[in-house]
Every structure is written in C-alpha cells, then in structure tokens.
C-alpha cells in the first residue's frame, strides 16, 4: 500500500487522472463482466425451463402407461366397509355379508407375585408348529415380560395388576401374551418349560393352571358372497383387509353385519379426464414460462427516447425447437385423427387447451379409444421432451453445458485482467510520482539559477 499527495510540485490532481485513465483501460473487462451477467442470467433460466420440462418427461411418461388411465371407483352400502379400486380393476357389483372380523389371540396368566419357575423358562408353539424358547434373567415377572418382548417370538407380554393376595397381602400380577399378528397364524400356546419339555409332553400348558384363561381366540376376518344362495361362498383373510374380492378391488371391513353390503365398481371418468387435463396442463406451463422469457420489453431512456430490450430466450434457436416439437407432439394427428375430437388442441397463441365436456363425450362412447390416444399423445410427448432435457445429451441441457464452459473461460480472461490493470495502475503511479520528483529538480535548479542572476545584477 503507498501512501501518495496528488500534485505537490505539478499540481495536477493525479489520483483522479490515474482513475480515469484505468476506467478506459478497463472497458474490455467491463465488456467480459456484463456477458458473465447476461450469460448467468440466461443459465438460470434455461436450468429452470430444463426442469419443467424433466418433470413433463415424468409425468408423459406415466401417463403413457396403460395403468394410468385405467382408473376405477369403487364404492359400498355400508359405511363399515370401504373399498378401493386398483390397476385391473372391472365393473361390477357383488353383495356380501360380513361375517367376523379379524383378531388376535389374547391369553392371560393366573394372578402371580413372580415367575414360579427359577429361572424362567417359557416355551411358544406357533400355529405352524415351530417353537421358540425364552428364559428370563429373574423370576420377576416384570424380566419374564421383558424377555418374552425381546425374543421376538410373535407374542408381547404385558404386566397387569391383579389386586392382592388374600393370604399374604403381597401386590399380584398376571401377564397377558397377545398375539402380534391377527388371524389363525397368529395363534399359539404358551408352555412353562424347554422345547425339549414341550416334545417329550412334560411341558405344563399356561392355560391348565388356576386362573389363567383365554381371552380372545385367534381367528381369520371372514365375508360371505351371495349370502343365503345355493352359491355362497366363504373368503377369509388374516387381517381386515381382503384383496381382489373383485379383480384389482380391495375391500377393509370394521363390523360385521348379516346385513348384505353391496360393492360396486365403475370407470372412473373424472380420474381419467384429470390425467388428461395434467398433461395439458404441465405442457401449458412450459409455453407460457418460454413466451415470458422470449418478451421482448420496451422502455423509455433519459432522453426520452425508445429503449427495446430484448428477452432471455428471444431468437435462441434451442428454445423454439423444444417449444415447436412439444408442440407438435401433442397436437399431431393419431391415425390420421385430430386429438381435438377427444378435447386436446392447439390454440392461435401457440398453447394447448383441454375441453373436459368434449373428452367426457368422447370417452362415454368409446374409452378404450380414448385412452389409447390419450396413451399415445402422452408417449410423443414423453419422447420430445426428453430429447429436450436428457440429463445426457438433452439440447437443452447441452446448451446449458456449452454456456457454463462459456461463463468459466469468461471468468478466467476476467481474473487475468485484474492482474493486467493492477500492474497498469502501479505504472500510472509509478510515473507520476516521477513526474512530480523531476518537477521538483527542475524548479529547485530553477530557483538556484534565479539567485544567481539576481546576485550578478546587484554586483554590478
């Protein structure tokens, strides 16, 4: 850092001279500044229009899928019983009774002070006939529940007080073991002593001693169809839930009921009509967000005169092809058929529009062919915007790449410039501080040669 007193001897105001002189030095800089500006600017907005049309290549694609418009509805008579249609599902109705629900198997212990066993040692026989076995660090019973917890045998065992013991006046427990699964594979049998006690039949079954007692007995959730007909037939299911009671239809009971529930299943017209309209929709957003950015603005500069600043996107070629091709993806002819008659077209400003009437109409008489061009539109469109917005080797994306390769030799000329103006500033200084010593010589030999001619003249 120098320390520097413009003018001295010249006068001149030197730091503003050097200023102004690095200011035109440094215009080309300025110049590569203001494209680093412009040329971030139009990064971030083609990063965004990458985006939206990346979510447009997800979603096209999904649509293009046969599941996608193969929506259903199903519904039930009885507010106990809710069902849900899925892919494959069909119309169709169907009545049946609700017979039991499932549960899980809930056994208790007689009333105990501890474990009567040291140490505790508990055998559990599954419903499939596997067994495990669990020994407890104690004969509390508060470790036999821990134990029976940790070992992961499908049985939680919980410590419920039981009063007290009429003889001794000790607080008394009993543990209940329930099942963690519902349904017949949930149930089991709980044995004081080893597997190898349980095999040779010396075992003591917990339910064979004073008090204990089954609570609640396992048991499947189990409908009726055609209830009360020579054709009724008995569907069981572990849990609540029974799947495909009707292709691609689950149905959750809550009650059982001997009154008949009526399930029925029906197209879903709605859910169809909005995929459609999301596809539109997304496509609309791409347009709009380009024509933003393709705008061309007009203003007016200090001296009253029209300024026309151009948009981001106005003239790049990139963004108009993208634009025309996903465009015309979903506008084309399918097998010479305009999608317009099923409600999909083009508009005079260049977006696409989406007439649910006209679809609805359409898909009432015939949705097979509805679905199939709303399926092939989809696809056209899935395939041109990914040609946009391939991670890989999109154009839009590529365009990105080449412009960020831009920026960055930008940024590189930039930085050399600041080493180039710093060493022409130190000139500068350099040499008017020169300046100002060389002045100094001069007037000093100056006011020397002064004081001579002036003591000549007084001696002569």
């Known amino acids: 850092m120098s320390l520097a007193i413009d003018g001295l001897i010249s006068g001149l105001k030197t730091t503003d001279l050097i200023n102004?002189?690095?200011?035109?030095?440094?215009?080309?800089?300025?110049?590569?500044?203001?494209?680093?500006?412009?040329?971030?600017?139009?990064?971030?907005?083609?990063?965004?229009?990458?985006?939206?049309?990346?979510?447009?290549?997800?979603?096209?694609?999904k649509t293009a899928k046969p599941a996608a418009s193969d929506l259903h509805t199903?519904?039930?008579?009885?507010?106990?019983?809710?069902?849900?249609?899925?892919?494959?599902?069909?119309?169709?109705?169907?009545?049946?009774?609700?017979?039991?629900?499932?549960?899980?198997?809930?056994?208790?212990?007689?009333?105990?002070?501890?474990?009567?066993?040291?140490?505790?040692?508990?055998?559990?026989?599954?419903?499939?006939?596997?067994?495990k076995q669990v020994t407890a660090a104690s004969s509390s019973l508060a470790d036999v529940a821990a134990a029976i917890n940790k070992a992961g045998v499908g049985v939680t065992a919980t410590q419920v007080a039981a009063g007290l013991d009429p003889s001794s006046g000790e607080k008394v427990y009993r543990l209940q073991l329930s099942s963690t699964k519902t349904g017949s594979e949930g149930s089991f049998t709980a044995y004081r002593g080893s597997s190898a006690d349980v095999a040779a039949g010396t075992a003591t079954n917990?339910?064979?001693?004073?008090?204990?007692?089954?609570?609640?007995?396992?048991?499947?959730?189990?409908?009726?169809?055609?209830?009360?007909?020579?054709?009724?037939?008995?569907?069981?299911?572990?849990?609540?839930?029974?799947?495909?009671?009707?292709?691609?239809?689950?149905?959750?009971?809550?009650?059982?009921?001997?009154?008949?529930?009526?399930?029925?299943?029906?197209?879903?017209?709605?859910?169809?009509?909005?995929?459609?309209?999301?596809?539109?929709?997304?496509?609309?957003?791409?347009?709009?967000?380009?024509?933003?950015?393709?705008?061309?603005?007009t203003s007016t500069d200090t001296a009253g005169g029209t300024v026309v600043t151009a948009g981001t996107f106005t003239g790049d070629s990139t963004v108009r092809d993208a634009n025309q091709k996903?465009?015309?993806s979903a506008s084309a002819p399918i097998n010479g058929v305009s999608p317009s008659t099923y409600g999909i077209s083009i508009t005079s400003d260049g977006n696409m529009s989406f007439d649910a009437d006209k679809f609805a109409a359409a898909l009432a008489a015939d949705p097979e062919k509805v679905k199939a061009a709303i399926a092939t539109v989809a696809q056209r469109v899935a395939d041109a915007a990914k040609a946009a917005s391939d991670k890989y080797d999109g154009t839009i994306t590529t365009k990105i790449t080449g412009e960020q390769s831009t920026v960055k030799s930008l940024s590189t000329q930039i930085t050399d410039w600041d080493t180039r103006l710093?060493?022409?500033?130190?000139?500068?200084?350099?040499?008017?501080?020169?300046?100002?010593?060389?002045?100094?010589?001069?007037?000093s030999q100056s006011n020397w040669l002064t004081g001579q001619l002036a003591s000549l003249s007084t001696s002569s």
């Open 20 to 61: 102004q002189l690095m200011q035109a030095e440094g215009v080309p800089q300025t110049l590569l500044k203001n494209k680093v500006t412009t040329s971030t600017t139009y990064i971030t907005a083609m990063q965004a229009l990458n985006t939206k049309v990346a979510a447009l290549t997800d979603l096209a694609t």
């Open 74 to 131: 199903a519904s039930s008579s009885s507010d106990k019983v809710t069902a849900t249609a899925g892919p494959g599902a069909v119309d169709g109705t169907i009545d049946f009774t609700v017979d039991k629900l499932a549960q899980s198997q809930v056994t208790v212990t007689g009333p105990l002070t501890q474990w009567p066993d040291q140490p505790p040692v508990l055998t559990f026989v599954a419903a499939d006939g596997t067994t």
């Open 206 to 297: 917990l339910l064979s001693e004073a008090g204990a007692a089954q609570v609640r007995q396992a048991q499947d959730a189990q409908i009726t169809l055609w209830s009360g007909t020579g054709a009724a037939q008995s569907v069981t299911s572990s849990t609540n839930t029974f799947a495909d009671v009707l292709p691609g239809v689950t149905v959750t009971v809550s009650a059982a009921s001997t009154t008949p529930v009526t399930l029925s299943v029906a197209r879903d017209d709605k859910g169809i009509s909005d995929v459609a309209n999301a596809l539109v929709t997304s496509l609309n957003d791409i347009f709009a967000y380009i024509a933003t950015k393709q705008a061309v603005s």
């Open 326 to 328: 996903l465009l015309d």
């Open 422 to 443: 710093a060493d022409r500033r130190s000139s500068l200084e350099r040499t008017y501080a020169n300046l100002e010593v060389n002045l100094q010589k001069l007037q």
